[in-house]
């Protein structure tokens, strides 16, 4: 087999011109025009919890998370949002379901952004100048967030299901409703759990509007599932330039949700990419335990915050060659491996000092990428095809 194993310093050419959006500020984040495009996700925790509130976004923060979205489904939650977004070191938005005086809550509270769900409000409508009124005046965006399990009854009833016509229909109207006060810095969600209506409805939206879109598949599953229909959905969307902020949707802790969301972004180039552990997928050649050699080095390398490319090979047919293009590698034969630093053997170890060899190499690679001043990236695990 053959894998090209270039290296990882420049960036791809991208695969579309992005869409042409408005810019928005969430915070002290842009979402839409020329920003790149930002992952964020969603807290489990009881909103009204400030403490463990406060730890979960502390945690995202850590994995990469750039904007974070809180649940405010009672007055509990709605009086803790004062805090959480004082001390929340990213922008939080809160997510307003049924209630439009919460609204004006996390409008006062501080929150960067505010999510509302037009089949949701309830007497929504008639609030809108107030709502457009007291966000303009506050700086602060809305996300008209369109579920396909929550679209307006009276488009139901028009479509009979929640078609990519209706979602967008749904989210073009509340839109028109906060135009009508003059009020545009809005951004859009038209989310459903399957990948094929939500990549119709966004490419309908993302033709009729020039608002910045936030993708998301809803309720796209367990992480197996969910971060396949994810990475399948917003890569055929960001592939075409459409998208300005993402959020993958996993029935897993969130954390889960900002490492896949960030694969996804890095994987279409349009995120630096990280730390990069090309594998080969082993066959009847293979002279070591491949499977079990790369999990040790992306488990040891967890964490990891420069874009360093590790082969990890698993005969001398093909991998000495190979392991030579990347920064750093390992070619195994023969209960040993050659480990390479930027295409010169350095060292041949015996078979159990693979490990902690490359481990070794990379860190000390890494220190030298800091020092030169290296941008960050997260962590990557490309296995090689054959
Ligand atoms: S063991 Fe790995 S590197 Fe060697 S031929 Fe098989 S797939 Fe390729």
Redesign the pocket.
Known sequence: ?SVDLGMPAAPPRPLARRRKSRQIMVGNVPVGGDAPVSVQSMTTTLTADVNATLQQIAELTASGCQIVRVAVPSADDAEALPIIAKKSQIPVIADIHFQPKYVFAAIDAGCAAVRVNPGNIKKFDDKVGEIAKAASDAGVPIRIGVNAGSLDKRLMEKYGKATPEALVESALWECSLFEEHGFRDIKISVKHNDPVVMIQAYRLLAEQCDYPLHLGVTEAGPAFQGTIKSAVAFGALLAEGIGDTIRVSLSAPPVEEIKVGTQILESLGLRQRGLEIVS????G??QVD?YTLAEEVTAGLEGMDVPLRVAV???V???PG?AREADLGVASGNGKGQIFVKGEVIKTVPESKIVETLIEEAMRIAEEMRDSGVASGEPTVAVAG?
């Open positions: 087999m080969c997928p082993s066959c050649r293979a491949v090979m698993g005969c047919v093909n991998g190979e054959r």
